[in-house]
C-alpha cells in the first residue's frame, strides 16, 4: 500500500533532497511538500498523510503546540521532528508532546531513511539517547523545560510575546479581553522568575529552539 509523506521544510534544498532520497530508498511513497505550517494545516484539512517531516522553525510555527495542533487534525498521522537542533537539547519537549521520532538534519542518508522506515514500519523512532533523555526528564523533580509551568493559555500568550506581538495584537488574535493579556503576562513573568520579553526570549531559544 501506498505511504503518503509530507514534508514541511521552509529551505527549498531540503525539501527536494530528502524528496529524492525517499523515492529512490523507500518503495511505494508519495511525497507532498509544504514550506510554511498555515498551508500544512490546510493540506492536512485535504489529504489523508502517513507521516509528516516537521522542521522546527517553519514560518508561523508554533513549537511544540504545532504536534496537537497536527493531530487534532489527523489524529493517526506520525511525526518526526527533522532539525538542526542535538536531540539531547531539544528532542524531549517534542517526544512528550505526541511526535513520533527526532532526528538531527546532519544525519547522513542511512539514518534518515532507517528513521522513516522505522516509523512507517513501528510508529515510532527513538534513538538511545532520546529514551536516555525522557527518562532523565521523567525522574528528575525539576522539569527541563521550565515553560511547562505555564497552562496552555500562558504558553500560547508566550510564543505570540517571543514572535514579537503587542498586548493589543494578542488580545485581537485570541479574541480575549486586553486586560485579561496583562494578567497572564504577569503571571508568565511570576512563573518563570522573569522582568522582560528579552529573557522570555532567551528561555524559548534555549528550550524550543524558535527561531526568532
Do not use: W
Amino acid at each position: 500500500m501506498q505511504k503518503e509523506i509530507l514534508i514541511v521544510d521552509d529551505h527549498l534544498v531540503v525539501r527536494t533532497g530528502v524528496s529524492i532520497i525517499l523515492e529512490e530508498k523507500i518503495k511505494n511513497v508519495a511525497i507532498s511538500t509544504k514550506d510554511n505550517y498555515s498551508g500544512t494545516l490546510d493540506f492536512l484539512k485535504k489529504k489523508k498523510i502517513d507521516l509528516i517531516i516537521l522542521d522546527i522553525n517553519i514560518p508561523g510555527g508554533r513549537n511544540t503546540a504545532m504536534i496537537e495542533e497536527i493531530k487534532n487534525i489527523q489524529p493517526d498521522v506520525k511525526i518526526l521532528i527533522f532539525s538542526v537542533y542535538e536531540e539531547e537539547t531539544h528532542a524531549c519537549p517534542y517526544i512528550i508532546a505526541g511526535a513520533n521520532g527526532y532526528l538531527n538534519k546532519l544525519s547522513d542518508k542511512k539514518m534518515l531513511v532507517n528513521a522513516i522506515d522505522t516509523i512507517l514500519k513501528t510508529g515510532n523512532y527513538l534513538t538511545p539517547n532520546i529514551v536516555n533523555e525522557l527518562v532523565k526528564a521523567s525522574t528528575n523533580k525539576t522539569s527541563n523545560d521550565p515553560l511547562e509551568k505555564l497552562s496552555k493559555r500562558e504558553r500560547e500568550i508566550s510564543e505570540l510575546l517571543v514572535k514579537g506581538d503587542g498586548n493589543i495584537e494578542i488580545a485581537n488574535k485570541l479574541s480575549i479581553q486586553l486586560t485579561t493579556v496583562s494578567t497572564h503576562k504577569n503571571k508568565i513573568f511570576n512563573k518563570l522568575n522573569i522582568k522582560n520579553i528579552v529573557e522570555l526570549i532567551g528561555l524559548f531559544n534555549k528550550t524550543n529552539g524558535i527561531n526568532i
